[in-house]
């Protein structure tokens, strides 16, 4: 079955470091893949999406990249703020030959805390 | 805020007993889908429901059902509830069934089973 693996957490930054979080999936099929976050109290926004080999998903000076040949789909930032303080999430769509392809799979999660 | 809404916000219960939460998605969204958030498990998808079909089932306990209903809301009941019941239920609707379609949050309802 399909499943996400992300970089174990916590992560803790100073203002203004570059954040790598590291995401690795397993899927049949081509799954579309995507980082949620979820801030405080809150529920899961969408943060980018790539939907195939190669595309580059970017928001709010994020980006990740899918990478079919190593099965991976890493969250960056050149420069964090303590507003991006969270948890974020790595996850996947898709159930090749099913009829659910909209249901996430997601990785374990990771806790994000950037300091002044 | 993502237009889906869900409520109760919190739910205190006790061991045994049913609760029903419920979901509004946001208008025009078909699908609805309910995952289950704990701290041992983290996110798990529980069903998926498209235009008031069932489409998909996934760690869902048999203690626990879903239904949509013809205005597109959605409920899911949790009876003979026990303590490791307790975690952050969260809906999210999507326009289709698409592996590219967008999913949207609610905020979840938080249930304390004690």
């Known amino acids: 079955g399909n499943s996400v693996t992300q970089m174990e957490g916590p992560v803790t930054l100073s203002e203004e470091a570059f954040l790598t979080i590291n995401c690795t999936y397993t899927a049949t099929g081509y799954p579309s893949l995507f980082w949620y976050v979820q801030y405080p109290g809150e529920g899961l926004q969408l943060l980018l999406k790539?939907?195939?080999?190669?595309d580059k998903g970017s928001n709010k000076g994020f980006e990740a990249t899918y990478r079919k040949e190593t099965t991976s789909f890493h969250l960056e930032k050149g420069s964090v703020q303590v507003s991006d303080s969270a948890v974020y999430f790595c996850a996947l769509s898709g159930n090749a030959g099913g009829t659910s392809y909209g249901k996430l799979t997601f990785g374990q999660g990771t806790i994000l805390t950037v300091h002044p | 805020d993502s237009g889906v809404t869900q409520t109760p916000k919190h739910l205190i219960t006790a061991t045994g007993q049913r609760v029903t939460l419920r979901c509004s998605p946001r208008?025009?969204?078909?699908?609805v889908y309910w995952y289950q958030q704990s701290l041992d498990q983290g996110l798990q998808f529980l069903i998926h429901y498209y235009n008031g079909e069932e489409r998909a089932k996934g760690n869902i306990l048999e203690r626990f059902s879903a239904q949509q209903f013809p205005d597109l809301h959605s409920e899911l009941n949790l009876s003979s509830l026990e303590l490791g019941d307790s975690a952050l239920y969260f809906c999210?609707?999507?326009?289709?069934?698409?592996?590219?379609?967008?999913?949207?949050f609610g905020q979840g309802t938080r249930l304390t089973v004690v």
């Open positions: 999210a609707s999507s326009v289709g069934v698409t592996e590219n379609t967008e999913a949207f």
């Open positions: 790539a939907t195939k080999a190669d």
């Open positions: 208008s025009g969204d078909l699908s």
